[in-house]
Each structure stands twice: as C-alpha cells, then as structure tokens.
C-alpha cells in the first residue's frame, strides 16, 4: 500500500468500516467511466439562521480504495459523528493531495428572495462547479442546476462514502460560520444551536427581535410578534 496515502497525526486510522458496501455506488460510476466521480452533500436547510452550505468532494479512486477501510471505516452521515470526529475528518479531507474539495454558501438574504430548497439547490451548483465532476452522487432527493449528470440517493450521506465526506466539510464549515456570528451576536447563543429553532434561540429573537444573519420568512422569525403566545403555551 502506498505509503503517501498515509496520515499519521490524525488520530483515526485504527477503525472498523460500519458498512461493507459504501462504495457500491462508487464502484458503479467508476466503472462506467466516471473517475471524477463528485459526493454532494449540504447542511443548514432547517435553521432560523447563517447560511444553508453545500460541499462537493472528488476522492482519488485509487486512493479510496486502499484507505476505505483503515482511514475512512468511521465516516458516515456527519450528524451522526461526534464533533471532535468531524473537525479530524475535515482536516484530513481538505488537508489531502488525494481530494478535490468545492464549497457553496447562500446567505440568509437569498434564501429568503428564493426560497430555501432553490438556494439549497444553488449551493450544491455552486461546490460542484468549482471542481468539475463528470458525475455526482447526491444526498436525498433529485437536485436541479447541477453542472453535470448525477444520481440521487436517500440517506445517501450514510451509503456513499464520497457524500459522507461531503456532509462533513459542510457541516463543519457551517458550524465554524455559526461560531464566527456568535462572536457577533453572543445573546443569541449560535455557537450551541447553530441557528436551529431551541428554546435559547427563541428567547432570544423575543427579547432581542432578528439580526441580519436571520432568515426573515423563516418561521417564527416571519411572526415574532407571536413569540409571546408560545411561551405561554
């Protein structure tokens, strides 16, 4: 096994792989010719608030191969992993001469003129287009406006290896934007609930009305003036 392909420092060699056939659908594109095969993945379509983030990630087939099991057998669905297990994941995809990484942001300003599945679908454009894939496996249902032919999966995040690695930098980039608001606006609490609709987030857009970084025709951002009655509930 080539020795390059090799990440000491990173602290997740020694793993089991969770699912013998993670790379069916690797395998499949691979052989019909698609060696710039991309996984596309996003997070952040549920949140009151940040940005909805899209990745696309190319792995080197050869290299797949040879580290599925000793480097990748804890990769799955991102929101299934412990953060400390994201972020070494993350620095080892964006670290590796052996992927080719895209990365798409739509702000909360554009979700809101168009809509959250149409911005979702746009940064998924917005990553694969920045790595030129010859095909794309996709989490969850068909995604329009992609720059290349591609294949939907359900729960794909957790049966294709490639979009397990998409839904991590994704979801770490998003988490790490959601850091950076909270330095801004540290009454809202975004470090821990990342945008997401708690009971702290709440309170917060009741005691201290939207910031930019909300998504103004999300509910119940759209009818603050209702938060009172939740609360009573």
């Not at 992609?146 to 359900?154: A, E, G, T």
């Not at 917060?204 to 509930?233: I, M, S």
Request: charge should be neutral; aromatic fraction near 8%.
């Amino acid at each position: 096994m080539p020795t390059e392909f090799r990440k000491s420092k990173i602290k997740i060699l020694k793993s089991t792989i969770r699912n013998p056939d993670v790379l069916l659908y690797e395998k499949e594109a691979w052989s019909s010719g698609f060696l710039r095969l991309a996984g596309i993945d996003e997070a952040g379509r549920g949140p009151l608030a940040g940005p909805v983030v899209a990745a696309a990630v190319i792995f080197d087939p050869e290299y797949l191969r040879a580290e599925l099991i000793p480097t990748f057998g804890r990769l799955t669905d991102s929101k299934a992993m412990p953060e400390k297990l994201r972020e070494e994941y993350f620095e080892l995809l964006t670290e590796s001469k052996f992927t080719t990484i895209g990365i798409g942001i739509i702000e909360p300003e554009e979700i809101d003129l168009i809509n959250i599945l149409k911005a979702t679908h746009k940064a998924m454009a917005l990553a694969a287009s920045q790595i030129n894939p010859q095909f794309a496996l996709v989490d969850g249902l068909p995604v329009k406006g992609l720059p290349c032919d591609s294949r939907s999966i359900v729960k794909g995040d957790a049966l294709s290896i490639s979009i397990s690695a998409a839904s991590i930098i994704a979801k770490v980039t998003r988490d790490r934007i959601m850091v950076e608001l909270d330095s801004q606006y540290p009454e809202y609490g975004f470090a821990q609930h990342k945008g997401y609709g708690t009971r702290q987030h709440l309170e917060a857009l009741k005691n201290h009305g939207a910031t930019p970084a909300h998504r103004k025709t999300f509910r119940p951002v759209a009818e603050l003036d209702q938060l009172d009655l939740l609360f009573q509930k």
